[in-house]
C-alpha cells in the first residue's frame, strides 16, 4: 500500500495475479452482464457452462429456480449496508455450498482469484463509503466492455 507522487492510493497484491486467457474474460463479462440485469435464466444455463462452474450436457432446469432465488435474494436486493451484507453474504455462503454438493460444480482456479480480489476492493471500497455498492460501480465498465467485445465479434 503506498501513496503515489500524485496521491493516489495504491494497492499491490501480487498474490491474486493470473492470466485469464480471452475465452474466460468473455465469459465472465457476459455473466456479469446478466448478472447485473436480473438475466438469470442466460446466466446459469449458459453463463456458468460457458465459466466451467457447470458441465455443458447439464440440465439446468430444477437448479435455475434456486440459483434465481439466492442470486435475487442475496446479491441483488441486499444493499450497501455494509454489516445487513456481511450477514446476507454468510446466508447466500450456506446456501450456494449446499447448491455445490448437490449438483456437479466445480470452481475455475482463476474465479477464486477474481471474487478474492473483488471482496478485497469492495472491502476497501466499503469503509470509506458505506453506500458503496460494488455491482452499480462495475456496471458502467462492464457495459463497456460487452460493448466492445461484441462489437468486435460481430465485425
Keep these: 500500500l503506498y501513496v503515489t507522487n500524485d ?12 492470466d ?3 475465452k474466460s474474460r468473455e465469459a465472465i463479462t457476459t455473466a456479469i452482464i446478466h448478472l447485473l440485469s436480473g438475466d438469470f435464466d442466460t ?5 456458468v457452462k460457458d ?3 457447470l458441465p455443458h450436457d447439464f ?3 430444477e437448479l435455475k429456480p434456486i440459483m434465481k432465488k439466492i442470486l435475487t435474494e442475496g446479491i441483488l436486493e441486499s444493499g450497501s449496508n455494509l454489516h445487513a451484507r456481511k ?10 455450498n449446499e ?14 482469484l477474481v471474487t478474492r480480489g473483488l471482496g478485497l476492493l469492495e472491502g ?14 462495475s456496471y458502467p465498465y462492464a457495459k463497456k466492455r460487452a460493448i466492445e467485445m461484441f462489437v468486435y465479434n460481430s465485425l
Design 7 to 18: 496521491g493516489v492510493l495504491c494497492l499491490l497484491d501480487f498474490g491474486l495475479c493470473a
Design 20 to 22: 485469464i486467457d480471452q
Design 43 to 47: 446466466l446459469i444455463s449458459k453463463d
Design 51 to 53: 465459466l466451467g462452474f
Design 59 to 61: 440440465d439446468t432446469l
Design 87 to 96: 450477514r446476507r453474504l454468510m446466508d447466500v455462503s450456506n446456501e450456494l
Design 99 to 112: 447448491v455445490f454438493f448437490r449438483y456437479p460444480f466445480s470452481v475455475p482456479p482463476f474465479f477464486a
Design 124 to 137: 476497501i471500497a466499503l469503509s470509506g463509503d458505506p453506500d458503496f455498492d460494488i455491482f452499480q460501480a
